[in-house]
């Protein structure tokens, strides 16, 4: 069973950056798409974009142009930038694999965007 740790999140002004990372665990890291998602409390999970395991990246609308992922499949890491916060960025980040069945999922990082 694959285990997801999500770390990197923080208390960020409006307008800064952060670097979140999520390490897997097991082998199946490499041959699959990557996803990251985000909640806030009392809605559903939300996708924010998706990195597939050759490289090729896809946005929300609300986050293209400021959100960037990346992965290291050496690693077994996925990394997303976050650029230009907003307080509605404000969420736990998670990451876990596109396809279903998912694994099951980290305990988040939060990020957290005021003055």
């Known amino acids: 069973q694959v285990q997801l740790v999500e770390s990197g999140g923080g208390l960020v002004q409006p307008g800064g950056s ?3 990372s ?3 665990s097991g082998s199946d890291f490499g041959s699959n798409t990557m996803a990251w998602y985000r909640q806030t409390p009392g809605k559903q999970r939300a996708w924010v974009g998706r990195i597939t395991a050759s490289g090729n990246t ?3 609308d609300s986050v293209r142009g400021r959100f960037s992922i990346s992965r290291d499949n ?3 890491t996925v990394y997303l930038r976050l650029n230009n916060l907003k307080p509605e960025d404000t969420a736990k980040y998670y ?3 596109l396809s279903w069945p998912q694994w099951a999922w980290g305990q988040g990082t939060q990020v ?3 003055s």
Request: charged content about 20%; aromatic content about 6%; overall charge positive.
């Open 95 to 97: 990451c876990n694999r």
């Open 112 to 114: 957290t965007v005021s």
């Open 18 to 20: 952060l670097r979140l």
């Open 22 to 24: 999520c390490a897997a």
């Open 58 to 60: 896809l946005y929300d």
């Open 74 to 76: 050496a690693k077994n």
